[in-house]
């Protein structure tokens, strides 16, 4: 049996703009001309503020956010897991055991080659010296 395991995970980070609602500041012209100085109309609404003021001949109005941007983290995270009643075959190699009589038999055979080679070295020098020895005599 073999399973398997998919695991997706996105995480996602956004500077979040909240739509303000509109805001309605109404106040009639006379009122706004006979504004004593520095005096001012004012309306807000859902984190929006609207300010009128009067200054010389101009009609100045201010709006103001009082909400700062905020940062949005989402997350979303899936596992998928699959099982399945096939098996796969896996193969491993591993080095081959060699017996120990395997070993034995090579280690001899080598040592009884080696006494081979060292006999027939040392009468081939003895042969050599027999007949350096027969062209002198």
Known sequence: MADSLRWDKKVNVTLATTPLPPVRLTAPLDSLRKLPAGAVYTGSSGGLRVTASLKGDSLCVTA??????????????????????????????????????????????????????????????????TRKQDRSA
């Open 64 to 129: 103001e956010a009082e909400n700062q941007p905020r940062l949005e983290y989402r997350e979303e995270e899936s596992r998928e897991q699959t099982r399945s009643g096939q098996s796969e075959l896996v193969t491993v190699k591993e080095p081959a055991v060699v017996p120990f009589w395997n070993c034995l038999k090579h280690g001899l055979n080598g040592i009884l080659i080696a006494f081979i080679i060292i006999i027939i070295f040392k009468r081939y020098k003895q042969w050599q010296k």
